[in-house]
């Protein structure tokens, strides 16, 4: 089973989807997450255990290489490509009920707002370590986000910004949630935002990159 789960990590840290996949290249020819995942289930191991001890440690560790420039989005998309793919296998057991997820994540991208590539990264990412991702999409406006809480008590909102003007939709969205529904933790994250900005209009976190919101999570769930 180690053996598995092991190798079923470097897959997802490297970015190896199946065996027809021929990224990365030294791992051309091999089973990739979609075939182990599959393996592992049929010979038994828990789906749990091949999501905290497959999944999730190769997630980090490509979490981390993103952070300290190591990789690029391409590296990581194709990470969380092979992530999919595994979870694909996964998700039925958690209807089941036979594996869990830690907490809930909502995210988009704010009113005004139509980039969605480092929303998704930050998605897929989280959905690597764990969660349950609700994506809200772009262009994404209170009521919205407000409802999506309401319907998932306890979830963390991420709010995602790439432009200057859109900002300011972000410090509203972020005050009506707050409104709305008390308590609910509201992350932040996009190009023109940082710790000062997060503090000013009362966001509860600020990451400038996906690895950092895994870890608010992390504590939010632990």
């Known amino acids: 089973m180690n053996e598995l789960l092991t190798k079923l990590s470097e897959c997802i840290e490297f970015g190896k989807i199946n065996m027809a996949s021929p990224y990365p290249p030294n791992m051309k020819g091999q089973e990739g997450a979609d075939e182990i995942t599959r393996k592992a289930l049929e010979e038994g191991v828990n789906p749990q255990d091949i ?13 981390v290489k993103f952070r300290e420039n190591k990789v690029f989005v391409p590296q990581v998309l194709m990470s969380a490509k092979a992530m999919s ?9 958690f209807l089941s009920g ?3 997820q830690k907490g809930t994540f909502i ?14 990264l930050v998605g897929m990412m989280v959905e690597g370590n ?3 991702v609700i994506d809200l999409g772009t262009d994404v406006n209170s009521e919205k986000f407000i409802d999506a809480a309401k319907e998932n008590p306890d979830a963390v909102i991420g709010l995602s910004a790439l432009l200057t003007t859109t900002m300011v939709n972000m410090e509203k969205i972020a005050r009506d949630i707050k409104e709305a529904v008390p308590g609910t933790l509201v992350t932040i994250g996009g190009a ?11 966001a509860d976190h600020y990451s400038p990159d996906p690895q950092g919101v895994v870890e608010f999570l992390n504590t939010k769930f632990a």
């Open 51 to 63: 999501l905290s001890l497959g999944l999730m440690p190769g997630m980090e560790r490509i979490g």
């Open 85 to 93: 793919t595994a979870m694909l296998h996964l998700k039925p057991h």
């Open 98 to 100: 036979a594996a869990k």
């Open 107 to 120: 995210i988009g991208t704010v009113l005004g707002d139509l980039h969605d590539i480092g929303k998704n």
């Open 130 to 132: 764990g969660y349950k």
């Open 192 to 202: 023109p935002v940082n710790n000062d900005f997060c503090a000013r209009i009362g």
